[in-house]
């Protein structure tokens, strides 16, 4: 293939329609891998990278966070070298991002779920740690909510999170979050967000008659400064936190374990975030995290192939493996197994492994 594609031909037999001018990109040398996307995802990733350079030496792949729905723009944008090689993503790929991959060329794609992560509702050791219910969680940020025992929706009256829930604090609700092109704050909706909504069930019985609408009402976060868009950079959110006692942070577990001195993870209906509670998916907040691969660019950017057999290596992804000091809760071993022979095979994924 990197020999037609050198020649600039096109060819079906290469498993898709290629362009020349797309031919000819793919066929510039670039002797580095570049890899976009989540900034959850963005430490794990940092370090594997980082030890595959040292261990090989091998040009250092460019790891850049962009936001799991900046990096799979990036991504799905073409073949060749112009484009990123891999993306992370706290969440599955979408079929929207899946198609557009499709149209612009981006034919075979791998699909590498790496662990497990939690996110937290964190605030700072200085004051004294939430304990929240997913009801609580929605009532706090959503955009509207249920008026009383009517089934209506009003905007969101609550101030305060003892307004919430006579139980909480008598703070003011200051939530710093994620922007929403970030996979965090997707799974976040999906996960805190809707649980909480399903609490109330004459909106739980709208999603069979009408999903859109049932999304529109759990999914939209409030916009009357009670949510904040810290944007993708989760250490940023944490400093924030350190200096704001009263103020709450959406990001991933990773980021708690690794400023347990400064902040603290929200007890979430009844259960603590911890590596344990992750990892046997008691903790409701909890979601898979990801890395995508272009099999179009392995053989033509070097060290592809070496990168993820280094990133689906025990010694980096298993339950005593290196990842699991950046906060990684790793999968059980047949699973891990199950997605490294797929990585070795280079198996593309298929329209029906989206969940």
Not at 26 to 45: E, H, K, M, N
Not at 109 to 115: A, P, S, T, W, Y
Request: net charge neutral.
């Amino acid at each position: 293939m990197k020999a037609l594609l050198r020649n600039g031909i096109c060819s079906l037999g290469v498993g898709a329609v290629l362009s020349l001018a797309g031919a000819q990109a793919l066929a510039q040398s670039r002797d580095y891998i570049s890899i976009v996307g989540s900034s959850t995802v963005y430490p794990f990733v940092t370090v594997v990278a980082e030890r595959f350079g040292r261990s090989t030496g091998a040009t250092t792949p460019k790891v850049e966070s962009t936001g799991t729905g900046g990096g799979m723009k990036l991504f799905c944008a073409g073949v060749g070298t112009a484009h990123p090689d891999l993306t992370g993503a706290s969440r599955q790929i979408k079929k929207s991002e899946f198609e557009q991959c499709q149209t612009n060329g981006v034919q075979d794609v791998l699909e590498v779920q790496i662990g497990f992560d939690g996110i937290v509702l964190a605030n700072s050791v200085k004051t004294k740690a939430l304990e929240l219910t997913t009801k609580d969680i929605f009532l706090a940020l959503a955009k509207e909510v249920p008026d009383g025992d009517a089934e209506k929706l009003i905007a969101n009256p609550y101030t305060t999170w003892k307004q919430v829930n006579p139980a909480l604090p008598d703070t003011r609700i200051e939530v710093l979050g994620p922007p929403p092109t970030s996979g965090t704050r997707d799974a976040f909706a999906e996960l805190a967000m809707e649980a909480g909504c399903k609490s109330f069930g004459w909106i739980k019985a709208i999603k069979d008659a009408d999903k859109e609408r049932f999304q529109a009402i759990c999914h939209a976060l409030r916009e009357d400064g009670h949510f904040i868009e810290a944007g993708e950079n989760d250490n940023l959110i944490v400093q924030k936190l350190d200096t704001n006692p009263k103020a709450v942070g959406i990001f991933g577990f990773s980021f708690l374990e690794q400023n347990s001195d400064k902040v603290q993870g929200s007890v979430i209906n009844g259960v603590a975030p911890t590596f344990d509670t992750i990892a046997d998916k008691s903790y409701p907040v909890s979601r898979p995290l990801f890395v995508y691969a272009k099999k179009a660019h392995v053989g033509v950017v070097p060290n592809i192939k070496g990168f993820l057999a280094e990133l689906t290596s025990d010694r980096a992804w298993g339950t005593e493996g290196y990842l699991t000091d950046k906060g990684l809760i790793p999968m059980p071993e047949n699973q891990r197994q199950a997605v490294a022979s797929r990585v070795k095979n280079l198996t593309p994924m298929t329209a029906s492994d989206l969940k």
